[in-house]
């Protein structure tokens, strides 16, 4: 059974299902709790959740995947019973709080969902557990196994790993984008918006680098799943040669280059900025030095410098380096105690080291000195517009100051089903 749960839980762990790190609070894991995760919910609770897959038997030959079908892999499955038993195990012994379940797609995907289902049925009917489940659907699930899985789950979600056909075809060949995918997040979108329903979000995901896409591209699909499927959040995965026997010859993607896409995606969704005010390269791609907001600052300096005084909270989420924790700060303070000085400014709490270019004080620069301020990262830090509100992003790069190296937040990696 250990052999199993380490296999299955293993093979889970590329699959971005939240907020979730595999640092457990910087302790060492033991044999029972390395494949639970921490995690942020919406509401801002943290929970551990046991990742897992149903099984890693897939008749689909994902390239990127190291559960593939043509990969000489050892094979196992839980039956529902048995994953619900040890997930009880678990969370009983107060090690898993929530489940993240996922599962190669082992035949038709209803079958396999049934499974999947099943689980879900016996810990909430049976035993009565009212806890966190995020349940994955598969590529070709019907509406009729969606609906179910909304009914018994916390949040779902389909990875549509490529934006678009043309590319997913690269990667991933038996996957069919607009008969598999496509409709199912219609579906989804639909299921979640229904308020009987247990499930009130929903996620994907996309490999990164993987089809020889550019940012651009992903972040027009990501953009329009926000829009028109009500997209909770788009979670992506920088691609890492998952084994020498890959047909796909493309080098493993920067880290820096998912880093930029989850600051492009803040700037989406809590920046009020548009796709088609961020700053692509030639390539199309993000740049990989300047952060996306500071590149777009860079290219409007006409709407510099803002007066720190009388800046609505909108035009200051727009100064690099503020985010938006700092700018309703800046306003809150403003009304309640006023800005007349540094001092008030250090008082608010603000770090505006990155800042402070771009602001104007009583139409004067900020007299700020560097070292009056508590600085949470070093000034080449490629992070503080949204280190400013200390958002760390899902596998973001982070240099903490005094640190000697990068380090990254060791999140897991790929997709599966
Ligand atoms: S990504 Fe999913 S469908 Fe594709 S090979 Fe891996 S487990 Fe199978």
Redesign the pocket.
């Known amino acids: 059974m250990l052999d199993k749960t380490s296999l299955l839980a293993g093979?889970a762990r590329?699959d971005l299902c939240g907020a979730c790190s595999q640092a457990a609070g910087g302790r060492q894991r033991s044999v029972d709790d390395r494949w639970i995760y921490p995690a942020a919910l919406p509401d801002g609770r943290t929970i551990r959740l046991l990742k897992v897959?149903q099984t890693?038997v897939?008749?689909?030959?994902?390239?990127?995947?190291?559960?593939?079908?043509s990969?000489d892999v050892r094979r196992e499955s839980f039956s529902p019973e048995e994953l619900a038993k040890l997930f009880l195990s678990l969370h009983r012994a107060d090690k898993a709080g929530g489940l993240f379940l996922?599962?190669?797609?082992a035949g038709r995907a209803d079958t396999v969902m049934a499974r999947m289902i099943a689980t879900a049925e016996i810990l909430r009917r049976r035993h009565r557990f009212h806890g966190y489940i995020h349940m994955k659907i598969?590529?070709g699930a019907s509406r009729a196994a969606i609906e179910r899985a909304a009914q018994l789950s916390n949040r779902i979600s389909i990875?549509l790993?490529a934006p678009g056909p043309g590319r997913l075809e690269r990667i991933?060949g038996?996957?069919d984008f607009l008969r598999e995918l496509l409709p199912q997040t219609e579906w989804i979108q639909q299921v979640v918006a229904d308020p009987k329903t247990r499930a009130n979000s929903h996620t994907t995901q996309f490999v990164v680098g993987a089809s020889g896409e550019s940012d651009r591209e992903i972040l027009k699909w990501t953009d329009w799943l926000y829009k028109g499927r009500g997209l909770y959040r788009a979670y992506y995965s920088a691609y890492e040669v998952p084994d020498e026997d890959t047909r796909l010859d493309a080098p493993p993607t920067p880290l820096m280059r998912e880093h930029r896409l989850y600051q492009s995606d803040f700037l989406l969704r809590k920046y009020g900025f548009g796709l088609d005010e961020l700053v692509f390269e030639g390539t199309g791609d993000l740049s990989l030095k300047v952060d996306p907001k500071e590149r777009w600052a860079q290219e409007h300096a006409e709407w510099f410098p803002v007066e720190i005084l009388t800046a609505p909270q909108e035009l200051l989420l727009r100064v690099p380096g503020l985010g938006p924790v700092s700018a309703k700060r800046i306003c809150s303070w403003r009304r309640q105690n006023g800005l007349r000085g540094p001092d008030d400014l250090r008082k608010a709490g603000l770090v505006l080291k990155k800042a402070a270019p771009y602001l104007l004080l009583k139409g004067k620069p900020l007299p700020i000195q560097p070292s009056q301020l508590a600085l949470p990262f070093s000034s080449d830090s490629p992070i503080p517009s949204l280190a400013g509100d200390l958002q760390i992003t899902p596998g973001s790069n982070v240099q903490v100051t005094g640190a000697r190296r990068w380090l990254r937040v060791p999140w897991p990696r790929?997709?599966?089903?």
């Open positions: 093979s590329f897959l890693n897939c008749t689909k030959d994902c390239q990127y995947c190291e559960n593939r079908a990969r996922s599962s190669g797609v598969l590529p990875n790993e991933a038996e996957k790929r997709c599966t089903g």
